[in-house]
Structure formats: structure tokens, C-alpha cells
């Protein structure tokens, strides 16, 4: 019967210990969620205060990528600018 009883005590250590090991993680992965929702935050604070500032990218064209001429071209190869 000590055999048993020495079993069932090192699966019950087995289970603490796999109990303690999700603790541990839940407390991390909480602390992480809690770090990710104050960046969140900050994020939505930044873009609130560039919209007010008049930052924000409403309302702007992007300029179009100018085309190189063939001589232009030439040249920036002939520079050795690739």
C-alpha cells in the first residue's frame, strides 16, 4: 500500500506543480494584456491629438512618383547611382 500511496502523492505533485505553472502564466499573460491595452491607449491619444493638430492624413493627396525620363535614366546609370 506505500507504493499506492506514493503514486497517488506524485501524480497530486505532478498536478500542483501544473497548476502552479498555469498560474504563473495566467499572471503573465494578464500583465501582458493590461501592458498591450495602455499602448492601445496611448495609440488612440496620439492619433486623437494629431487629428486636432491637423497631422492627420485626412484630406491629403500623396504625391505621384515622378517618371524618369530615358535621359534621366542614362544619367543616374552612367553616375553608377542604381
Do not use: F
Not at 3 to 26: F, Y
Amino acid at each position: 500500500m506505500t507504493k499506492e500511496k506514493e503514486e497517488h502523492q506524485e501524480e497530486e505533485e505532478g498536478e500542483i506543480s501544473a497548476i502552479d505553472v498555469a498560474t504563473k502564466l495566467h499572471a503573465q499573460i494578464k500583465e501582458e494584456n493590461d501592458r498591450h491595452e495602455q499602448l492601445v491607449l496611448r495609440q488612440e491619444k496620439l492619433v486623437a491629438q494629431n487629428m486636432l493638430g491637423g497631422k492627420s492624413s485626412a484630406g491629403q493627396k500623396q504625391e505621384p512618383p515622378k517618371e524618369e525620363t530615358p535621359e534621366d535614366y542614362k544619367n543616374r546609370i552612367l553616375k553608377g547611382e542604381v
